[in-house]
């Protein structure tokens, strides 16, 4: 396997006079490459070529682009993705390369990193399907990322298997209605969970703080203008009313907001007991220093989208001791890999030991690449789109690194669509690390183990 990074590089030793090598032209072109099975990288790079192309349908090979962001703000989100790689990579299916009708089809994987760009990931969807003529897309990590590969592989009629995004944001996008699921996308299927799930993961959190320091039932939410919010701004209301609380909700800011005391105004008038949002994550360093700064501090801080992984946790230290959060994978799981048996755990400890440090809930990206291996046995012909993406649809695992894996469930809330239920974690002052993800509630996904006690984030 070789490794890439994805900015312009000069002329390779052994580049033709005048020209670049292929090395050159896929970084030029903004493209990480990961290559497996011992294939070469594709010959192609034509921009000529437009959507799914079949110009691959003699050659042994199969290609798997994983566009994802290893760089910029949203690079907690792929810490672990390379490393995902290498563990994938080393599995016998994978190594030895895909039965597929009698032939053994070579492995490559390329790897683009978005840079944490929207516009870039969309532009680097249209590189991988219309230039490097993949026969499956990954993306992963926000809808910064998914939603423009989304569209791009819903267009384009391109296989896209999606990750780490609420499902909300990611129907809306390609034209559907969550409340009314009947759309079914045709290229794309995704596996995660959904605004709803964060709201049901952090309530039991706010009951228990509640009854021991006070409720009066007031959550104050920052949601920004962007799709995450938009999702979460019709989410959320029904659902904490249900539950009997009321939500004081600021205005919808643009991401990228530097001054938030209008909003820690309002919610410290309103008299908050709990706080939640879905922010970017320097758009949260910034609200809560502010909110620290202004003595906006809630018995319970329970957050989306950010505090998710361990660097991003670091990085603000101890302003975030006991702030809450939820997380879609976790070491004490009783999942293991459908290519190896290795447990979530056996992974963790693997993680750690090939010092990265604790462990990383993005671990759970490995299921991508059982999906894949799954859906390429419904298939005769690898790199006929429309079959590939047939069975990315009818995939079936019964136990799969993230979970089970069942794209044909009447359960699943829409088309295309596998949940994966959150834990509650905090983050508390560590011991091995300055700061650990301790497991505190695990009303949604039981099977996961408590690992430490809730506390307040402000008594």
């Known amino acids: 396997m070789t ?86 990579t080393a599995t016998s299916q994978y190594k030895n390369g895909f039965k597929i009708g009698g032939s053994t089809y070579k492995v490559n994987i390329l790897s683009y990193d978005t840079q944490s760009s929207v516009t870039r990931a969309g532009t680097l969807a249209k590189q991988a399907i219309q230039v490097d003529n993949v026969d499956l897309l990954f993306a992963s990590s926000t809808p910064e990322t998914v939603n423009a590969v989304s569209s791009e592989a819903e267009t384009l009629g391109t296989p896209l298997v999606c990750a780490n995004i609420p499902w909300e944001s990611w129907y809306i996008n390609l034209g559907g209605n969550p409340a009314k699921p009947t759309l079914k996308p045709k290229y794309v299927v995704m596996y995660f969970l959904g605004a709803e799930h964060l709201a049901k993961c952090f309530i039991p959190m706010w009951n228990r703080i509640g009854a021991k320091y006070g409720n009066d039932h007031i959550v104050a939410a920052a949601f920004p203008n962007d799709s995450d919010g938009n999702a979460f701004r019709a989410v959320f209301p029904p659902i904490l009313k249900a539950a009997g609380y009321t939500i004081d909700m600021s205005v919808a800011y643009p991401d990228g907001l530097t001054n938030y005391t209008s909003m820690i105004t309002q919610f410290k008038n309103a008299k908050a007991d709990f706080f939640t949002n879905v922010p970017l994550p320097p758009d949260f360093a910034t609200m809560w220093k502010q909110s620290l700064q202004q003595d906006f501090r809630p018995k319970l801080a329970t957050v989306a989208k950010v505090l998710l992984f361990p660097t991003d946790a670091y990085a603000m230290g101890s302003e975030v001791y006991n702030v809450a959060t939820d997380s879609w994978w976790v070491p004490s799981l009783p999942w293991t890999s459908s290519f190896t048996g290795q447990t979530c755990e056996q992974l963790a400890a693997l993680f750690t030991a090939d010092g990265l440090g604790q462990p990383n809930a993005n671990i759970s990206n490995y299921t991508l690449f059982e999906i894949a291996y799954a859906a390429m046995q419904l298939v005769n012909d690898p790199h006929n789109h429309d079959e590939v993406a047939a069975a990315i649809h009818n995939v079936v695992i019964p136990v799969a690194v993230a979970g089970p894996m069942d794209f044909t469930s009447p359960s699943n809330p829409a088309p295309g669509v596998v949940i994966t239920p959150p834990v509650g974690i905090q983050w508390q002052k560590g011991t091995t690390y300055p700061l650990e993800a301790v497991v505190v509630d695990n009303t949604l996904q039981p099977l996961a183990k408590i690992t430490g006690n809730l506390y307040p984030t402000f008594a």
Not at 23 to 39: I, K, N, Q
Not at 46 to 73: D, F, N, V, Y
Request: a positive charge; charged letters at 15%.
């Open 3 to 88: 490794d890439q990074t994805a900015q312009p590089a000069s002329p390779a030793p052994g580049t033709p006079a005048g020209g670049v090598s292929r090395r050159g032209l896929f970084r030029a072109a903004g493209v990480g490459a990961a290559v497996v099975g011992g294939g070469s990288l594709l010959e192609a790079c034509s921009s000529s070529i437009k959507g799914a192309s079949s110009t691959k349908t003699t050659t042994k090979e199969i290609t798997i682009g994983w566009i994802h962001p290893l760089t910029g703000s949203l690079a907690g989100f792929g810490y672990p993705d390379h490393w995902v790689i290498e563990q994938v």
